[in-house]
């Protein structure tokens, strides 16, 4: 089980949680716990590094900032307690978490397992700190941000849990954003695929590293709200949902329609910028040029075009890329336009993602035309497009995002009834 930031933010909401936790081990289950910090406390800890040394050393800064999971471990040990349950607190280097040195941003190695299990099995409840892990010179390292997710997946797969709950402000996937359309719906099951594509392009849901591994793992992850009442019952009765395998969701679905499944959620992100080079000299290695000095100043590029010039002696470009690299992108570009051979940099920081996924794209011809033409009638202008084998993007102005989804949600049928 996993309960994130907010559903830590102080003692009240701890009580709520070791209830949570505690209807589980009633259940009979063996239970280990993966907690993030109070809501704010991380930021509140990484300020406390900049102030001290704008320059810091991540490896200093990671035993600050990895304290925050320490204290809400520590508290839910000592609330699951008083409730009467056996429970005690795992830190990352007591288990330990194997990580690299990378700090800041490390990748778990592999999870020493036998003092939990034993632990485990003799009823007692494993509250573990996410985020944090041990290095190979035997330092604390954290995981990057949202990193609790990973810890979560993480420890259930060396576990070999039968699933991994994670808790938070939500109750489950939907078919989109429910603050932008109110018909939207509720998944019971979502492919790691589908998620890993919604996570990417703007899904708040679950971190995409936690998506990845529960997929490479075969890890089933269940969302659920820790924000439920005290009389709730338990987890696994509760409609959240279930994101798993390919091969199981054939299974559950065996019998049903599954032409309603052909979409499985609609997404927004306003957090891409656009960048058009005109008239780029169009010959071999032209595209490397650009992107090359953009991939070793660690600059991801998403959608990209290519425009043929009518002379055929020159093209434009344009591509977009995290509007937070925006600054970056155009100070690297204006940087190598000489070697590049552009004439004209222009950027749009004011435009939008729209995604439509889902793994039924993979069988079923005219999933982006119903996208293209139910824009076209609203009169959206699409400046961009990419696609995946689940997954096609367009990029819009931002002004007419959710327009754009709610659009796009009723041409897929996804409307609650």
Excluded at 153 to 161: G, H, I, R, S
Aim: charged residues 25%.
């Amino acid at each position: 089980m996993k309960f994130g930031g907010t559903s830590m933010a102080g003692t009240e909401r701890i009580r709520r949680v070791a209830g949570i936790v505690r209807r589980q081990q009633e259940a009979g289950h063996e239970v280990a716990v993966v907690v993030s910090a109070m809501s704010g406390e991380t930021d509140r800890l990484v300020n406390f590094c900049r102030e001290a040394n704008a320059l810091y050393d991540p490896a200093e800064y990671d035993v600050v900032v990895a304290s925050g999971e320490q204290v809400t471990a520590g508290l839910l040990a000592l609330t699951l307690q008083a409730l009467g349950c056996r429970a005690r607190s795992w830190l990352g280097w007591q288990l330990p978490i194997h990580t690299d040195d990378a700090y800041a941003k490390a990748r778990i190695g592999g999870i020493d397992t036998d003092a939990i299990r034993a632990s485990m099995g003799g009823g007692e409840i494993a509250v573990i700190p996410g985020f944090q892990g041990l290095s190979p010179e035997g330092r604390i390292t954290t995981l990057g941000r949202g990193g609790s997710d990973t810890s979560a997946v993480a420890v259930a797969a060396a576990l070999k849990a039968d699933r991994c709950d994670i808790y938070t402000d939500v109750d489950g996937v939907y078919t989109t954003d429910p603050r932008i359309v109110a018909k939207a719906r509720k998944l019971k099951h979502v492919t790691f695929e589908e998620m890993l594509e919604l996570a990417s392009v703007g899904s708040k849901v679950l971190q995409t590293r936690s998506v990845s591994l529960a997929m490479k793992e075969n890890v089933r992850v269940q969302v659920l709200s820790s924000f439920i009442d005290d009389d709730a019952p338990a987890a696994d009765t509760l409609p959240g949902t279930m994101i798993v395998s390919e091969e199981e969701l054939a299974e559950i679905q065996k019998g049903a329609d599954v032409e309603s499944q052909l979409i499985t959620g609609i997404a927004a992100d306003k957090n891409e910028a656009k960048v058009i080079l005109t008239r780029v000299p169009d010959r071999p290695g032209a595209v490397a040029t650009i992107f090359g000095p953009l991939a070793a100043a660690n600059i991801n590029v998403d959608m990209i075009i290519q425009n043929v010039g009518r002379e055929h002696t020159d093209t434009d470009v344009t591509f977009t890329v995290p509007a937070a690299d925006l600054a970056r992108t155009q100070a690297v570009l204006e940087e190598a336009q000489g070697a590049i051979g552009y004439e004209k940099l222009t950027t749009d920081a004011k435009v939008a993602k729209i995604s439509v996924v889902g793994v039924g794209m993979r069988s079923h011809a005219g999933v982006a035309a119903t996208m293209f033409k139910a824009l076209a009638d609203r009169g959206i202008n699409i400046q961009a497009i990419s696609t995946s084998e689940i997954k096609t993007s367009v990029l819009i102005d931002a002004d007419e995002t959710e327009l754009a989804v709610r659009v796009l949600h009723t041409a897929y049928g996804l409307d609650a009834a």
